[in-house]
């Protein structure tokens, strides 16, 4: 191993972490519908890691009818302290996450469980901003794009992006404000040709995330069914 690993009891699966011989592996979280088969989609983690809430987004996905799964980005370390999440965040190398993410695609393409051609992907807070650097990275790839409540950094080129978008933000976000998230859809749809669909909620940052304060029921459950809805449509 390249990086230091630590026990997590959620890792079922183990995958390449990129396509070249020799490569490094990575770990995750994989869950598959009770039919046996469905789309591949790649659910990106929030700053705190690979943890329950994370689980239980693959756990839905896959009751939903898709092959889902969220890579261990922080070979195994979870948090629930923001301060040492953000230390974790800074610790995690972008060309080592790129990586791992890559390698839970091309897991997934070759996945005897998974229908789709492309693969899906839905990320929160640290992993929606993935969402849209791994779409922009990995073109055709990346049949599906769901960022929620994340944005990457000002200078990421999409124009290699293909991926329809449908991306969800808090209105009342502290850390991502609605202005930044127009410019990132304005820069998608100049570089790419790609019209996002974005949607702002009466809600702030993690609306989604049931384990933190800024919980909101009514939004979360709408995006959800938003997304559903979108992966099946685009993924098939």
Request: aromatic residues 8%; contains cysteine.
């Amino acid at each position: 191993m390249s990086h230091e690993e630590h026990e997590n009891p959620r890792q079922n699966v183990t995958f390449p972490a990129t396509d070249a011989a020799g490569a490094d592996h990575a770990h995750g979280y994989l869950a598959v519908p009770a039919s046996g088969s469905g789309p591949g989609v790649v659910v990106i983690q929030e700053w705190w890691g690979l943890t329950d809430h994370i689980v239980a987004i693959v756990d839905r996905l896959a009751a939903e009818g898709f092959v889902a799964l969220a890579p261990d980005l922080y070979g195994g370390r979870t948090t629930h302290d923001s301060a040492e999440a953000m230390t974790f965040l800074t610790e995690l190398p972008p060309e080592r996450a790129a990586r791992d993410l890559a390698g839970a695609v091309t897991y997934l393409e070759g996945h005897d469980a998974v229908t789709s051609r492309t693969v899906g992907a839905v990320g929160f807070c640290m992993g929606g901003a993935f969402v849209l650097s791994l779409a922009a990275q990995q073109g055709d790839r990346i049949g599906a794009a769901v960022p929620w409540y994340g944005l990457p950094a000002e200078e990421t080129d999409f124009s290699s992006l293909t991926a329809p978008v449908l991306g969800h933000y808090g209105e009342s976000d502290q850390s991502i404000p609605v202005e930044a998230v127009h410019a990132t859809a304005e820069r998608i749809r100049a570089q790419s040709g790609v019209e996002p669909e974005l949607h702002v909620y009466p809600a702030g940052h993690a609306f989604y995330n049931d384990e933190r304060p800024s919980y909101d029921r009514e939004s979360a459950e709408l995006a959800w069914e938003r997304t559903t809805t979108f992966l099946r449509s685009r993924l098939g």
